[in-house]
Structures are given as structure tokens and as C-alpha cells.
């Protein structure tokens, strides 16, 4: 079997004049969790529906599971649509089996199935209630239980956490551990970057219809320079020839400063530096940059910016 799941090669989708998206290429290996990033607008969701053959691209190629077109292998993966719904007169666990149903299973393991997901999950004990009586979170946890029900090699979950409190956000995060550990592979869009710092052994960044970044959370964060921030009140010009050391920014009034670094460069050489040139430190922190960095650094405008640091 091919080691991976999905490949697009030469994605583009036009509406008149609007590209929305533009010359994607990506592929996403076989059970791995790839986070699918960027701002609202970005391409995304569209993306996915090209994926999955509900939007026909203008121009380029896709496979699916080794297939050239989603709808081949349409048994084999599951998809949370970003606009959620349900059968709001259905109980959760009818909802849950008919949607197994129309993947293939037989009726009565779609309803076996159902149940035990709903018991895994912590919904057992609304089972036999009407979806139109669960609380929001409870009807999104349904909805994704109705997607992975006939066990999908490859499950699409689109702005999965849109709309979640933090404790049904810790739950979905779950879901998606769990698949994993079945051996599923999962794709998911969000524009929130602590879910996928998480979660992902893989990441695609878009921005305004484009591919600006594809590879691994560390990679990622070596898109973006390390820096060191320190506090003291001694003279730092040591520093400033200190090999390595690509830029000191004053970043406060009381001696704060922020240092640096070229790729590869060793904050401990900071350190050292510091001891053995008598600058006494009130502070030093070397800590990682965060996606959350990342994010704004290749995005970097201003609706990305209120959006990840909403």
C-alpha cells in the first residue's frame, strides 16, 4: 500500500477573477495527524471539498487512498463538515448508526458501533435522547462520532473545534488521539494554532490561497529566528560580538532585552557569555518559540493576527 493517504499536485480553484486557491501541492502520509492552518479565508475549506470531489479544481490533480477520486473510496473516509448539523428529531444514537449505515455497515453493527462510541466518549447516558435536547457541545460530539462510526482509514474534520467550550475542546483532542492510535489518518482545519502545536505530526500553512509553509511543528519554528530575552541592569555590549548573536532590541526601560540568535546558535552560549563577562542577570529565559509564532510570522497580516491572538 502507498505510505500515503492524499496527494495534490497543481491545486487551483478560480471563481471569475478570485483565486481561492492557488497551485497547491501537498501529500500527507499514512497515519499521521496533519493539521490543515490558516486564517479564516485562507483556502481551506475549499481545499477539502476539492479533496473530496464535492468541488471540481480548476486545474490540477488529486488521490485519494490511491485512487483519483474521493468518491471511489468514499466508504473509507470520514468527513465533519464545517457547517454542522443534525437530525435535530433523531435520537444521538440513530443519528449515529444511520450515518454508519450509509458507509456500508450492516444495521445492526451500525447500532453496536454507535453505542459504543457514545459510551467511550461519555454520552452513553444520551443515548436514546433527541439531538435537538443536547447541549451544542454534545450535538458537535455527535456529529463527529457519525463520521468515524465505519471506521475510516482517512478522516477529514473540518474546523473541528469551532464553537467548543475548553472542556469539549479537551474531548476532541481525544478523538483525534484515539484515531491515531488506531492507526487513522486525520486531517484537520483550524486557525487555532495551540490545537495543532498539540496534536500534529505535520502541518500545511495557507494564506490568502497559497502554500507557505509544509513540514513538521519543529521545522516549522525554524522558519522563525530563535531569541533569548534577559534582564539586567549591567552593560551587555559583550553580547553584541558574541558569535551567533544576530540582533540585541532593548524591549523594556528597566534593562529588558531581547537577543538574537542565527540558526543553529546555542542560547547556553548566551549564558556562558553572561557569567564570564560579569553581566549579572535578574532574568533569562530561552524558552521555544510557540506556532502561535510561526503562524504570524508567515501570515503575518492583520486579520491572522486578531485571530491567533483571539
Same mark, same amino acid.
Given at each position: 500500500?502507498?505510505?500515503?493517504?492524499?496527494?495534490?499536485?497543481?491545486?487551483?480553484?478560480?471563481?471569475?477573477?478570485?483565486?481561492?486557491?492557488?497551485?497547491?501541492?501537498?501529500?500527507?502520509? =499514512?497515519?499521521?495527524?496533519?493539521?490543515?492552518?490558516?486564517?479564516?479565508?485562507?483556502?481551506?475549506?475549499?481545499? /477539502?471539498?476539492?479533496?473530496?470531489?464535492? @468541488?471540481?479544481?480548476?486545474?490540477?490533480?488529486?488521490?485519494?487512498?490511491?485512487?483519483?477520486?474521493?468518491?471511489?473510496?468514499?466508504? =473509507?473516509?470520514?468527513?465533519?463538515?464545517?457547517?454542522?448539523?443534525?437530525?435535530?428529531?433523531?435520537?444521538?444514537?440513530?443519528?449515529?448508526? @444511520?450515518?454508519?449505515?450509509?458507509?456500508?455497515?450492516?444495521?445492526?453493527?451500525?447500532?453496536?458501533?454507535?453505542?459504543?462510541?457514545?459510551?467511550? @466518549?461519555?454520552?452513553?447516558?444520551?443515548?436514546?435522547?433527541?439531538?435537538?435536547?443536547?447541549?451544542?457541545?454534545?450535538?458537535?460530539?455527535?456529529?463527529?462520532?457519525? !463520521?468515524?462510526?465505519?471506521?475510516?482509514?482517512?478522516?477529514?474534520? +473540518?474546523?473541528?473545534? !469551532?464553537?467548543? +467550550?475548553? %472542556?469539549?475542546?479537551?474531548?476532541?483532542?481525544?478523538?483525534?488521539?484515539?484515531?491515531?492510535?488506531?492507526?487513522?489518518?486525520? %486531517?484537520? !482545519?483550524?486557525?487555532?494554532?495551540?490545537?495543532?502545536?498539540?496534536?500534529? &505530526?505535520?502541518?500545511?500553512?495557507?494564506?490568502?490561497?497559497?502554500? %507557505?509553509?509544509?513540514?513538521?511543528?519543529?521545522?516549522?519554528?525554524?522558519?522563525?529566528?530563535?531569541?533569548? !530575552?534577559?534582564?539586567?541592569?549591567? +552593560?551587555?555590549?559583550?553580547?553584541?560580538?558574541?558569535?551567533?548573536?544576530?540582533?540585541?532590541? =532593548?524591549?523594556?526601560? &528597566?534593562?529588558?532585552?531581547? %537577543?538574537?540568535?542565527?540558526?543553529?546558535?546555542?542560547?547556553?552560549?548566551?549564558?556562558?557569555?553572561?557569567?564570564?563577562?560579569? /553581566?549579572?542577570?535578574?532574568?533569562?529565559?530561552?524558552?521555544?518559540?510557540?506556532?502561535?509564532?510561526?503562524?504570524?510570522?508567515?501570515?503575518?497580516?492583520?486579520?491572522?493576527?486578531?485571530?491567533?491572538?483571539?
Amino acid at each position: 500500500m502507498p505510505d500515503r493517504v492524499l496527494h495534490l499536485e497543481g491545486i487551483t480553484k478560480r471563481y471569475g477573477d478570485f483565486t481561492a486557491v492557488d497551485n497547491l501541492n501537498f501529500s500527507v502520509p =499514512r497515519g499521521s495527524v496533519c493539521g490543515f492552518l490558516g486564517p479564516n479565508g485562507a483556502g481551506k475549506t475549499t481545499t /477539502i471539498r476539492i479533496i473530496l470531489s464535492i @468541488y471540481e479544481p480548476t486545474s490540477g490533480t488529486v488521490e485519494v487512498l490511491g485512487h483519483k477520486s474521493a468518491l471511489e473510496v468514499r466508504t =473509507r473516509i470520514g468527513y465533519l463538515p464545517e457547517e454542522k448539523g443534525l437530525y435535530k428529531k433523531m435520537r444521538a444514537r440513530d443519528v449515529i448508526a @444511520y450515518f454508519g449505515q450509509l458507509k456500508g455497515l450492516k444495521r445492526a453493527d451500525a447500532h453496536r458501533r454507535a453505542l459504543e462510541l457514545l459510551e467511550r @466518549y461519555d454520552l452513553g447516558e444520551f443515548a436514546t435522547r433527541k439531538c435537538e435536547a443536547l447541549s451544542k457541545g454534545m450535538q458537535q460530539k455527535v456529529q463527529v462520532l457519525a !463520521s468515524i462510526v465505519h471506521e475510516p482509514e482517512f478522516v477529514i474534520l +473540518d474546523e473541528p473545534f !469551532s464553537g467548543l +467550550d475548553p %472542556v469539549n475542546q479537551d474531548v476532541m483532542e481525544g478523538v483525534i488521539r484515539d484515531l491515531k492510535k488506531r492507526g487513522q489518518t486525520v %486531517v484537520f !482545519s483550524t486557525h487555532v494554532m495551540d490545537h495543532a502545536e498539540r496534536l500534529c &505530526d505535520h502541518i500545511i500553512l495557507l494564506a490568502r490561497g497559497k502554500k %507557505v509553509f509544509d513540514g513538521t511543528i519543529e521545522e516549522s519554528k525554524r522558519a522563525i529566528p530563535r531569541r533569548v !530575552s534577559i534582564e539586567t541592569s549591567s +552593560d551587555i555590549t559583550s553580547l553584541r560580538v558574541l558569535p551567533g548573536v544576530v540582533d540585541i532590541e =532593548r524591549t523594556g526601560t &528597566d534593562g529588558q532585552w531581547q %537577543v538574537t540568535l542565527a540558526e543553529g546558535a546555542s542560547a547556553d552560549a548566551v549564558l556562558r557569555a553572561c557569567f564570564q563577562g560579569g /553581566i549579572e542577570l535578574r532574568s533569562f529565559d530561552r524558552s521555544e518559540p510557540r506556532l502561535r509564532d510561526v503562524f504570524l510570522k508567515l501570515v503575518g497580516n492583520r486579520e491572522a493576527r486578531e485571530e491567533v491572538l483571539a
